[in-house]
């Protein structure tokens, strides 16, 4: 009788195609399932999954976790919520390429555009690569999660040009060079190439992928056409004329250079219903041209936390608050806000989004005072204390000495009908999670838990089984991600098993996780009961996180698809 690694008995496979869910065992031996059926074979290990459903692992295909990866081989707390396979790189930005005199110039558009901490890069990293193939050498070390990297744009430019890449386009010769740099990246295995039309630097300057032209980013998509890679471009969401303008070049590229390209964010807001709706048109027309160009869109609403202590991007359209924020030592923001004259000019200039204030949160403090404050909005606070909701809330921040935090919730992306319909789109791809980014303005975990429980389960926008597809097999094939994405004999064991009655995402609550004594936001999975990667149990809801069996994917083998 066959001897098994692993069986999982009783579930309710729901295997990535889209077809219906059906009961049956899965067999795995080694890294592979090797049968789904009735298994009559013993296992040195088995899950009972009696009423649960049994799904390829979850792929999330925007992240930055790129960082967390040297210290957190789990990618914490994605992998919990499911997901075995995560693509990093994104918006430009990589942490390879990178010669070492470049370092503190990457990290300073981390924390600029990912809102990740100096601090967490100090005392979290050791500096001991510079090429791709380095860095990926060093984040196998450990690894519990799949991770697809990509490689950022801005950074081939500072590898090529050093400080020019922040000054000109390149000429003819440097882009030679930048096509030579992007081979060795997927050769050394970068799942594709990842640029930005709208980030800025440390400095509130374009990052170096936004100096270059055309021609240059033509040269990089023909190198991506000779291995079948992606393009990941973060366009000019805010604008639907542009954004329509990007995705009609990406689609000249997807058609030129036999390629699939995605596009993020595309949020779906009150005030924005026409505009991503024309995005949506153009987007068919140009896959109906034979083109593909995904636009990402996430699940969750746009909720934003912040603090005086860090630059949110909440406050990017308000340049006195930004300015002071960005650049200001703590000592000096206080002075800023505590300054009668200067606190007018500021609150003065706060009234461009009057409606917003009163109706933010307040979530945490520091002092014994403050604490009856919680969960109160501020609206509610300022009648207390007899005051405005802006006036309220730079008084609680100068109090807190900067620590107090605030939550503006459901700003957006929260029409569960609409959202609902665009995530149901069939030229629609799931993402733009930003898991491992913005720690302290949002929790970027538990997109899929609420994929489940409130497009699925609550509002009934997508079946079970289309929820499933759409973030596994659907991610797998746009991203060129073979033997993964389903259920088959034969494929990587990649497994997610959950509850479909209780899955869901948890609160949002503040972790002192980070290196240097750093917090972030997270959220626990509920209802996600077992998560195997590579064949091996990686995380389970008693046991918590287990095996390190991840790998960097597709994997460097056969990558070349043309001369």
């Not at 992007?182 to 709208?198: F, H, I, K, Q």
């Not at 990667?533 to 083998?557: N, R, S």
Request: charged share 25%; glycine share 8%; hydrophobic share 45%.
């Amino acid at each position: 009788m066959t001897m098994y690694d692993l069986v999982i008995r009783n579930g309710n496979i729901v295997d990535g195609s889209g077809a219906p869910a059906y009961k049956a065992d899965v067999a795995v031996k080694g890294n592979r399932i090797v049968e789904i059926g009735t298994v009559a074979g013993a296992a040195r290990e088995e899950i009972d999954a009696a009423g649960k459903v049994v799904a390829p692992g979850f792929i999330d295909p925007h992240t930055h976790f790129d960082a967390q990866l040297l210290w957190d081989g789990c990618a914490k707390p994605a992998l919990s919520h499911g997901v075995t396979t995560i693509v990093s790189g994104n918006c430009s930005l990589s942490l390879a390429p990178l010669k070492a005199k470049h370092r503190m110039k990457l990290v300073g558009m981390f924390n600029q555009i990912e809102e990740m901490p100096l601090k967490a890069f100090k005392e979290g990293v050791v500096w001991d690569w510079e090429t791709f193939s380095e860095y990926i050498s060093r984040i196998r070390k450990g690894l519990a999660i799949n991770v697809a990297p990509l490689v950022g744009h801005s950074v081939i430019r500072l590898w090529v040009m050093n400080d020019a890449a922040m000054e000109r386009t390149a000429t003819d010769a440097e882009i030679a060079e930048m096509q030579g740099v992007l081979r060795e990246c997927l050769e050394a295995g970068a799942v594709g190439l990842s640029t930005s039309y709208v980030d800025m630097d440390e400095r509130l300057q374009p990052v170096p992928s936004r100096f270059a032209d055309a021609r240059e980013v033509d040269a990089l998509a023909s190198v991506l056409g000779e291995y079948g890679r992606v393009l990941q471009i973060v366009p000019e969401f805010y604008d639907a004329d542009l954004t329509i303008a990007r995705l009609d070049q990406l689609a000249e590229t997807s058609l030129k250079y036999n390629i699939p390209t995605t596009f993020s964010p595309l949020f779906l807001n009150a005030d924005n219903v026409d505009a991503v709706a024309r995005v949506m048109k153009r987007v068919d027309e140009q896959f109906a041209r034979g083109a593909r160009v995904w636009p990402q869109v996430q699940t969750r609403p746009i909720d934003i936390s912040f603090s005086f202590a860090v630059p949110s991007l909440l406050f990017i359209r308000f340049p006195s608050w930004y300015h002071i924020m960005r650049f200001g030592t703590p000592k000096e923001i206080m002075a800023a806000f505590a300054d009668t004259e200067n606190r007018k000019k500021l609150i003065q200039e706060a009234e461009a989004l009057a409606p917003l204030w009163p109706n933010l949160v307040f979530r945490h403090a520091k002092t014994d005072a403050n604490q009856k404050y919680i969960g109160q909005t501020l609206a509610e606070i300022a009648k207390q204390r007899g005051t405005t909701p802006v006036d309220a809330m730079i008084d609680l921040s100068l109090e807190e000495e900067l620590d107090a935090h605030f939550l503006a919730s459901s700003m957006g992306h929260n029409d569960s009908d609409a959202v609902g319909g665009l995530l149901n789109h069939p030229h629609v791809h799931i993402g733009a999670s930003d898991g491992g980014a913005h720690i302290l303005s949002f929790s970027t975990y538990g997109d899929t838990g609420y994929l489940f429980s409130h497009f699925v389960r609550d509002v009934k926008a997508m079946s079970l089984e289309s929820a499933v597809k759409k973030i596994t097999s659907d991610t797998a094939a746009i991203w060129g991600i073979p033997e993964r994405g389903l259920l088959q004999a034969g494929y990587v064991a990649d497994i997610t098993v959950f509850d479909p009655a209780t899955v869901k995402r948890g609160e949002e609550k503040f972790v002192n996780d980070v290196p240097g004594e750093g917090y972030r936001y997270v959220r626990d999975s509920h209802g996600v009961e077992t998560v195997i990667v590579g064949g091996g149990v990686a995380w389970t809801a008693v046991d918590g996180y287990k095996e390190t069996c991840g790998e960097i994917l597709p994997g460097a083998e056969d990558r070349k698809v043309a001369a």
